[in-house]
């Protein structure tokens, strides 16, 4: 029988077309492109050893039956060209099972936009983004283990409206991620009986928040919602309190408390409340910090602290292993894809996980914490 021989080129396109079909043997690789430069780093590095903690734990154990996970992770600054051009490099050379980890709501838009996931038939879980335009959008391979941005904005004039806070002012990266929750801060204001007094943006991928502060200084709301990055949070911070406003300030949980305090002093981060989308990792009551803390003392992650952005690598890292428990041995991306989907209050220790075909956002938890005069974080 005379054999068929196809040239180099058109093999490579047969088998990316065919490896969301076939199982993958031996490790199970798990593709992570995220920021590990740039304004971004620590989010990302900390997101990666989070989910890295969690497959460690796992493997120490036996693995997935049997099965070894490896992470495979790729940095992408937080540019988002390059998110797209790293992901798709990684299907080809490291053929993945599932991505998980991603960093920023326009790095993930342009990987849908793409249609990087759909053509790979890949599943991407745990992505570092609460924005309402993916929850809305329900991609059909994209699972979030976080509330969502609105959510968490809805907490926050929830809670301060209780209190007499009416006149709100906002801080937005002016990009996907911060015009999308510009405009659900807009619409939780309004339903509070509140009155957006100003906003003020600053360019993603930068600091520069002067213009801002000057406009939002000027209007003198009394609370400030921070929708920023850590840097651009902490920046925006200094400023305003040195520009001798005193608002209420309450970002995101995409600032990070111990990176603000840091970069500005603990003197001008007290009294900044963010939100968090996981429970404090210095708690001794909730079972997943327990767990996370007890793995984190064995396997002594390098240069990396136990924060909450860790814990949220960790959450996603956990709620993908057992997927590919339910998966069975050696599952093809469109099993664990159907898998992950299929999953309903699953307790990952004190957080709940669902996801259903017409909801992939699986989390609703959201809490308030402050930072106090020596820099530490309370409830």
Known sequence: MKQISLPRNVLAVVLFVLAPLVAIAGDIVVGQVAALSGPLSPTGTHMRAGVKLCFDAVNAEGGIHGARIRLVTRDDGYKTEETVRLARDMLRESQPLAFIGFVGTGNVEAMLERKVLSEAGIPLIAIRSGAESLVRRNDPFLFLTRASYAEEIEKITDQYATTGYTRFAVLYQDDAFGQGALLSAEQ????????????????????????????????????????????????????????????????????????????????????????????????????????????????????????????????????????????????????????????????AGGVFISFSPKRHAGSRFVDITILNRAGKLLR
Do not use: W
């Open 188 to 347: 939780a204001i309004r339903k509070s009986g509140g009155s957006l007094e100003a906003k003020g943006s600053y360019e993603k991928n930068t600091t520069n928040v002067a213009a801002a502060v000057k406009t939002i200084a000027a209007a003198k709301p009394q609370a400030v919602i921070l929708i920023a990055n850590t840097a651009a949070s902490a920046e925006f911070l200094k400023q305003s309190r040195e520009a001798g406003n005193f608002a209420q300030y309450v970002a995101l949980s995409v600032t990070d408390a111990a990176q603000v305090v840091q970069r500005i002093g603990a003197d001008k981060a007290e009294g900044l409340a963010l939100t968090q989308v996981v429970p404090d990792p210095g708690s001794h009551t909730v079972a997943l910090i327990r767990e996370i803390q007890t793995h984190f003392a064995r396997f002594q992650p390098k240069d990396v602290t136990l924060n909450h952005t860790f814990v949220e690598g960790y959450l996603g890292a956990k709620v993908l292993a057992e997927a590919l428990r339910r998966a069975g041995p050696n599952p093809t991306r469109k099993k664990l894809r159907d898998t992950i989907e299929a999953i309903r209050d699953y307790d």
